[in-house]
C-alpha cells in the first residue's frame, strides 16, 4: 500500500488551485481597470515622457503635373492643446479665466458646430483638472485654422506662458480632388505611407530622410536639439496634363452614366514622346457614382477584341502574304471553321458577302479577319504570333504602376512528337479577331501610339523629371522601345485604312468634321471564367483606339467601355467619347493669332489725352506708334511737356501747349491722378485723392479764383 494518504493531498492541491485563481482575478480586474478608469492618466503621462533621439519626420515631395499644377502635396495639419499646469506656472490663470468668454466665443465663431458654452464648460473641465494635455479640439484642423486660434487670448502668448500648444502633421492633399486619382496614388492616412499609384512607385524618392532629434533640460525646460536634421522629399514632374485629364474624365463619365456603364477607362497619349497626358479609370459604385477605384488602363488583362484585328492585318501585310486588293469571301455572315461557326455582327442580315482586305476593318468583319489569317498561317502559326510580338503588342513596358501587368500572348508550343500542346485548330482564327489573348488598354493604346508615330514605339512615360530644391537632379527622357514595328509601306498603308474605318467605316461617331481621325472600334464579349461567355447577362467590352490629326498626328487614345447586356456599340459608345476628348483637345490646343482679328479697314491709333506727354510718348513708343514731335528738342529735365495728341491720318501729331499759371483753378475732369495732381498743384492748390481710375468729380470749381492754402479733393472712378 501507499505511504501517501489521498484524501489528505487533494484537498491541498484545491485550496493552491483557487488561491492562484483569484491572483490572476485580481490582476485582470487591475488591467481592466487601468485601461478603462485610469486610461486619461496614463496616456497624459505617457505624452509627457521625455525621449531621447526621437525621428523627425521630413516633408513629403509634391507631384506635379507636367505644367508644374500641385496634383499632390503635403500641408501642415494640427491637434491643438492646453498645459494649464504650465498656465498657472506663469501666472496667467487668472488672465485666463477672465478671458475665457472671449476665447469660447472666438472658437465658436471658428468652429459653428460646437456653441460657446460648450467651449466654455470643456476648457473650464481641463482647467479644473489641471490636465497638461488638454484636447482644444478633438480633429485635425489645417494652418489658417490653426492660426486663427492662435490668435485668440490668451493663446497668442508663447506655449511656456499660455499652456497652448500643439501637434503637427504632414497631410497629403490632392488640389484636383480625385482627377488621376489611381495614377497619382493615394497614402494610409496618417500613417504617411503610400498604398498606390505614382506615390508608392516613387515612395523612396518622395518621403525623404528622417531626422534625429533629443531632448535637453535647459532651465527647467525641455527643449529639442536636432542632431540630424531631416532631409525633405524630391518632387516629381508627371506627364499628367490636367486640363486633358478633366476633359477625358467628364467626357467618359457622362457616357458612362448614358449607358449605364459598369467600367470606364480613357488614356490619351502624345504621339512624339509616348507621354500619357490623361488616364482615367471610373468604376460604377454602390450608390451608382463613378469614382476611381482600380488602375484598369495597367491592370486589366481582357480580351481586346476587334481593336486587335488591326494588328493581325499589319502583320500579314508585312510579312508580304497579301496586299489592299486582296479578296475574302465571309458569305452570309457565318462561317464553320473547325466545327465552330464564327460570326459577323450582322450576320442576321445576310454578312457582308466578298470583301476586300481594308473594307474587313472598315465594317469589323470577324469572318473575313479570321479567314485571311487562317488561310494563311493555319498550318504555321508560329510565323503569325513572332509577327504580332514584332509589332510590339506583348512588349513589357515594366510601367512604375503598382498592379501593372504586360499583355499576356501565348506562343504555340511543340512537343517531342511534333504536335502542338497548347494549341488547337480554332485558336489561330479566335486569336486574329482578339479572343484568347490579355492585353491592358495601356499595351494596345502604345501600339496605336507607334502606328501615328510613324512607326516609332515609344515605351508610356508618366514621370518626366525629378526636382529638389527647385533644381532637376534627374531627367526621364522619352524611350524609343522599337524603332520600326513594321515596314513604312505598311505603316502607311494601315494609317489610310484607319483613317478610312472613321470616314467611311464603322467609327464615323469618333471622328470629326474639323480634322482627320484615324482609329479601330472594337466590340468583344467578356469571358466569365470557367463559366464562359453566356452565363447569366452578357458582358461587352466596348473599345475605340485611334490618333488625331491622321494626317499629321500629335495625340493617341484609346476608350474602354464594360457593361452588362445590349445595345453595346464599340464605335457608337466608345467612338463618341473619343471624339469628345479629341475635338477638346485641338480646341485647347488651338492657337489663334490676334492679327488675324483685325479689321484691315479700320485705323487702330489710340486717342491721348491732354497730359503729361513725356509719359505718354513712352507708353506709345512701347507699343509701337511713333509720335512726330512739336517741340524740336530734347525733353527739359524735371520739366514735363504738357500738351495734346492729335491723329491725322495713320500719324500721331504731338501739340506742345505752355501751361500758363493763371490764378484759376484748372479743370482737371477726365484725367489721370498723376496729372491732375501735376496740375492743381503747379497752381499751389493742395490735392486729396479718392479712388481709383480718372478724375471723375473735383471739390473746386474750375476757374474759382486761387486762394492760398486752397484744398481740393479729386474722386477718382
Not at 137 to 159: A, C, M
Not at 477 to 505: D, F, M, N
Request: glycine share 10%.
Amino acid at each position: 500500500m501507499s505511504k501517501f494518504n489521498n484524501n489528505k493531498i487533494i484537498p491541498r492541491y484545491s485550496v493552491i488551485a483557487i488561491v492562484m485563481s483569484l491572483i490572476a482575478l485580481a490582476v485582470l480586474g487591475k488591467t481592466i481597470y487601468t485601461m478603462t478608469a485610469k486610461r486619461s492618466y496614463w496616456m497624459e503621462v505617457a505624452s509627457l515622457q521625455k525621449k531621447d533621439s526621437v525621428k523627425v519626420k521630413p516633408t513629403r515631395g509634391n507631384i506635379l503635373s507636367c505644367d508644374g499644377q500641385l496634383m499632390a502635396s503635403s500641408l501642415p495639419e494640427f491637434k491643438v492643446y492646453m498645459d494649464f499646469n504650465a498656465l498657472k506656472e506663469a501666472g496667467n490663470d487668472t488672465a485666463f479665466v477672465d478671458s475665457i468668454a472671449y476665447i469660447s466665443k472666438g472658437l465658436n465663431n471658428i468652429f459653428p458646430e460646437k456653441s460657446a458654452s460648450e467651449f466654455k464648460k470643456h476648457l473650464m473641465e481641463g482647467f479644473h483638472k489641471m490636465s497638461k494635455h488638454w484636447p482644444i479640439w478633438d480633429e485635425r484642423i489645417d494652418y489658417n485654422t490653426f492660426k486663427e486660434i492662435q490668435s485668440l487670448p490668451i493663446f497668442h502668448l508663447s506655449k511656456f506662458k499660455s499652456g497652448f500648444h500643439w501637434d503637427e502633421f504632414n497631410a497629403r492633399r490632392r488640389p484636383f480632388g480625385s482627377l488621376a486619382q489611381r495614377t497619382v496614388g493615394d497614402m494610409f492616412g496618417a500613417k504617411d505611407t503610400a498604398r498606390c499609384g505614382l506615390e508608392l512607385s516613387y515612395d523612396s524618392i518622395l518621403r525623404g530622410t528622417d531626422g534625429i532629434i533629443h531632448r535637453r533640460k535647459v532651465r527647467n525646460k525641455f527643449l529639442n536639439i536636432t542632431d540630424t536634421p531631416p532631409i525633405d522629399g524630391a518632387d516629381i514632374v508627371t506627364t499628367i496634363d490636367v486640363s486633358m485629364q478633366d476633359l477625358a474624365e467628364r467626357a467618359l463619365i457622362d457616357e458612362l452614366k448614358e449607358v449605364n456603364g459598369n467600367v470606364g477607362v480613357a488614356i490619351v497619349m502624345e504621339v512624339a514622346t509616348g507621354d500619357v497626358k490623361a488616364i482615367v479609370n471610373m468604376d460604377k459604385c454602390e450608390d451608382g457614382e463613378y469614382r476611381e477605384v482600380k488602375n484598369h488602363a495597367v491592370s486589366d488583362l481582357l480580351e481586346p477584341g476587334s481593336v486587335f484585328k488591326t494588328a493581325s492585318i499589319m502583320t500579314i501585310l508585312d510579312d508580304g502574304l497579301v496586299d489592299t486588293t486582296y479578296t475574302v469571301e465571309t458569305g452570309g455572315g457565318v462561317w464553320n471553321m473547325y466545327g465552330r461557326d464564327m460570326k459577323d455582327h450582322n450576320w442576321r442580315r445576310g454578312g457582308y458577302g466578298t470583301l476586300t482586305l481594308p473594307w474587313t476593318l472598315k465594317y469589323s468583319s470577324n469572318v473575313g479577319v479570321s479567314r485571311i489569317i487562317d488561310l494563311h498561317y493555319h498550318k504555321n502559326p508560329e510565323k503569325f504570333i513572332e509577327g504580332i510580338y514584332r509589332l510590339g503588342l506583348a512588349t513589357d513596358f515594366h510601367i512604375p504602376i503598382a498592379g501593372y501587368s504586360p499583355a499576356k500572348i501565348r506562343m504555340p508550343h511543340k512537343n517531342s512528337h511534333g504536335q502542338y500542346d497548347n494549341w488547337n485548330a480554332t485558336a489561330l482564327p479566335w486569336m486574329s479577331i482578339g479572343y484568347e489573348t490579355q492585353v491592358p488598354p495601356i499595351s494596345t493604346l502604345t501600339f496605336y501610339n507607334a502606328i501615328a508615330n510613324g512607326g516609332k514605339m515609344m515605351k508610356p512615360r508618366f514621370v518626366k523629371q525629378i526636382i529638389k530644391n527647385g533644381e532637376v537632379v534627374y531627367n526621364n527622357p522619352p524611350q524609343v522601345i522599337k524603332e520600326h514595328i513594321a515596314k513604312e509601306s505598311t505603316i502607311k498603308e494601315i494609317t489610310r485604312i484607319l483613317t478610312e474605318v472613321v470616314s467611311e467605316g464603322l467609327g464615323k461617331k469618333a471622328g470629326s468634321d474639323k480634322f482627320l481621325v484615324a482609329g479601330k472600334t472594337g466590340t468583344a464579349q467578356m469571358s466569365k471564367g470557367a463559366l464562359g461567355y453566356k452565363a447569366g447577362g452578357t458582358n461587352y467590352l466596348l473599345s475605340f483606339a485611334g490618333f488625331f490629326p491622321a494626317d499629321k498626328p500629335r495625340y493617341s487614345c484609346i476608350v474602354c467601355i464594360q457593361k452588362t447586356g445590349l445595345p453595346a456599340s464599340g464605335g457608337g459608345m466608345s467612338g463618341v467619347v473619343f471624339h469628345h476628348i479629341a475635338e477638346g483637345i485641338m480646341a485647347q490646343d488651338l492657337k489663334l493669332n490676334v492679327q488675324d482679328a483685325r479689321d484691315k479697314e479700320s485705323i487702330l491709333i489710340p486717342s491721348a489725352k491732354t497730359g503729361n506727354l513725356l509719359a505718354t510718348d513712352y507708353v506709345l513708343n512701347m507699343l509701337g506708334f511713333n509720335v512726330i514731335n512739336g517741340w524740336g528738342g530734347a525733353y527739359p529735365f524735371g520739366n514735363p511737356i504738357w500738351g495734346t495728341i492729335n491723329q491725322d491720318g495713320n500719324k500721331l501729331i504731338f501739340k506742345e501747349e505752355k501751361i500758363n499759371i493763371v490764378n484759376l483753378v484748372p479743370d482737371v475732369k477726365g484725367m489721370g491722378a498723376r496729372d491732375a495732381v501735376y496740375l492743381l498743384e503747379k497752381h499751389g492748390i493742395k490735392t486729396i485723392v479718392v479712388g481709383r481710375g480718372r478724375v471723375i468729380e473735383q471739390s473746386i470749381a474750375p476757374n474759382d479764383k486761387v486762394q492760398k492754402g486752397m484744398k481740393c479733393t479729386l474722386r477718382l472712378g
